[in-house]
């Protein structure tokens, strides 16, 4: 494959590829057996317990945090070694990460960006697996526009005192705390005046209320602070800096576990390929061209990641780094139909008791969210066409 992470030894990638593989094909027997495939989206709700019980089992090996330097529990790894170790963790139908908020946002964004009491407060838990986090950003009045913030925060005496409601936080039930955008400046407007704290999900005042979805589970939430206080020093950065901070988070979402996800979907299409087959739809032209296509794109998705990874770890992000979430989740949301299509009317009804979703539907109706969070499409077009492509911008 072509390296993404700046052209190492060949021989020693693949000696770390086959130590990654056999450490993982010894850890899923025994207890963490049952743990293969659980969770994912849509699918948050299976086996939280293990998989918490996992993470922390991966912590303990040195597993968790490849990227982190060493000096804060990490492994220093390079880009093509965690483009690697994503690979071989999807392969091995290893469950879902339930730090990877933690291990993937907050935590480069606190190694950055944090106080060294930040560092060794709230990295080693991360690291560790005991500590899980959640992202306070989007807003119900704000929608994808994460300048719109409305929740405030003033200080008072030697702690932030948090009012306002975040929308669409994802395992916000789970988490011990939450990285909050709130607004600290009275009077300021858009990107201006906000800051960037760090907040207990068990301070009084926090409450979480479920959003049940399509798929009748409930990953997202509401979360509503009402007076809420956390210390004075967990503030990252200045006053005041806090869009500075959040961008530099969000940038860290273009991580190697993109290649991981892929081969996730790799195995999506498989199964919609052979319920194709199964059913027939297969022999019929516009669909087996669909399902062509889907290949199609899927390489191509494919190609582009590795390409973003080149140029990130060249320090030079492209355009093509832009262009992936949008990609992805438009292409994943087309699969998710198509994967309805192929069942036939048998699509449209349960198996039987107990009347739950099978994975092609599940598919089909979680992925209709794809193309909204982490930035809608419609979001995503306007980043690609001002900031990458230079256009004029839209009229506010």
Known sequence: MPDPGGRPDPGALDAFRQEVRAWLGAALEGPFAAARGLGGPGREHEGHELRVAWERHLGAAGWTCLGWPKEHGGRDASLAEQVV?????????????VGHIGEGLIGPTIIEHGTEEQKRRFLPPIRAGEELWCQGYSEPEAGSD?????????????????????????????????????????GSRRHHGLSYLLVPMDAPG???????????????????????????????????DGWRIAMATLGYERGASTLGQQIGFRR???????????TGAAEDPVLRDRLIRAWLELEIMRQNALRTM???????????????????????????????????????????????????QRLFLFSRADTIYAGSSEIQRTI?????????????
Do not use: M
């Open 310 to 360: 080149t140029s990130l770890s060249a320090g030079e992000p492209g355009p093509e780094a832009s262009i992936g979430k949008l990609y992805w989740s438009e292409w994943h949301r087309r699969l998710g139909e198509l994967a309805q299509e192929v069942q036939g009317r048998a699509g449209l009804v349960a198996d039987g008791p107990p009347y739950e979703l099978n994975p092609l």
């Open 384 to 396: 690609i066409a001002e900031r990458a492509l230079g256009l004029p911008r839209s009229p506010r």
């Open 206 to 240: 926090v409450e979480v209320r479920p959003i049940v979805q399509l798929t009748g589970t409930s990953e997202f939430n509401e979360v509503f602070f009402d007076g809420v206080r956390t210390a004075a020093g967990n503030i990252v950065g200045r006053p005041g």
């Open 85 to 97: 170790f994503h690979e071989e963790y999807a392969r091995a139908e290893a469950p879902a990460r």
């Open 268 to 278: 999506e299409l498989a199964a919609v390929v052979a319920t194709a087959r199964r």
């Open 146 to 186: 994460l300048a719109g913030v409305r929740t405030r925060a003033v200080l008072d005496g030697g702690e932030w005192v948090i009012t306002g409601q975040k929308v669409w936080t994802s395992l916000a039930h789970l988490a011990q705390w939450c990285f909050v955008l709130a607004r600290t400046e009275p």
